[in-house]
């Protein structure tokens, strides 16, 4: 910018559109709107009981003891771990 553009000469200067991957062109900036089928919140309830209803427990409850004993070995390896250093402080 030179000092004999002003800022209103920018403003009306002429300058090529240029059309972005959102733009549909020709000064556009409308996105696409979903129906209102595509744009519903929530699921319908008797899809979500159906959903609810097909969940497999037994493996859920396999997963979460497993979950558990993995912080429980954690919290064993950790306190395995501080014990030894604080053993290892009482000795310096």
Request: proline residues 5%.
């Amino acid at each position: 910018m030179t000092a004999s553009h002003s800022f209103a000469d920018l403003l009306t200067e002429e300058k090529p559109e240029v059309i972005t991957p959102l733009d549909l062109g020709e000064s556009s900036l409308d996105l696409e709107i979903p129906t209102d089928k595509e744009a519903g919140a929530f699921p319908p309830v008797s899809d979500t009981i159906t959903w609810f209803k097909d969940i497999d427990w037994d493996l859920q409850r396999e997963r979460a003891r497993a979950g558990v004993n993995n912080c429980g070995l954690v919290l064993a390896v950790i306190g395995t771990k501080l014990t030894d250093l604080g053993t290892y402080l009482s000795r310096v």
